[in-house]
């Protein structure tokens, strides 16, 4: 899916771990929306009434182009299965809509959902049904162009370096002398 000549539709998934975390998910949103120029979803900015939020993560995931997973420890207690039934209950719905989209259509949801690492976050909570280690994830250093190079390069299907024109020619070596 080229978004390259297009606003991509992007979705920010993340677990309410602790006051700094929301805030540096804000300002990640923030960066999206107002450096790169993103049409970017997330429940702060859909606060002004009140809403069935289950249906809102629905609608929200599956019109977004790439939904990013925000690891942190919490996410990854949810998505791997091991929070209790009373605890971050809207996370464990948009993890169970994701895990079930994955499964109906791995091809299609492999590629647009994307793990992302915010400074001063590990790779290890990532959870496992985004397969941290198989599979990539993305590792934002800082909120500017270069810092989430890897990540925006993805979502505007832009590659960071042009394969070369190939000979026409395959190469001919001559044989050695016994």
């Not at 400074?119 to 934002?140: C, K, M, N, W």
């Amino acid at each position: 899916m080229s978004t390259v000549n297009r606003v991509p539709r992007v979705f920010v998934s993340y677990t309410h771990d602790s006051r700094e975390h929301r805030e540096m998910v804000l300002q990640f949103a923030q960066f999206l929306t107002e450096t790169c120029g993103f049409d970017v979803n997330i429940d702060f900015w859909d606060l002004d009434r009140r809403r069935n939020w289950y249906q809102w993560a629905m609608e929200q995931i599956t019109m977004a182009d790439y939904v990013l997973v925000i690891a942190s420890p919490v996410c990854k207690i949810v998505g791997d299965g091991r929070c209790g039934n009373e605890s971050n209950r809207g996370m464990q719905s948009e993890i169970t809509l994701l895990m079930e989209l994955l499964h109906s259509d791995r091809e299609v949801w492999q590629r647009r959902l994307l793990p992302v690492v915010l400074p001063g976050r590990s790779a290890a909570e990532i959870p496992l049904f985004l397969q941290p280690r198989t599979a990539d994830h993305y590792v934002v250093q800082d909120f500017t162009i270069t810092g989430a190079e890897d990540l925006l390069r993805t979502i505007t299907a832009q590659v960071r370096y042009h394969r070369p024109a190939m000979n026409p020619a395959v190469v001919r070596l001559q044989p050695r002398g016994v």
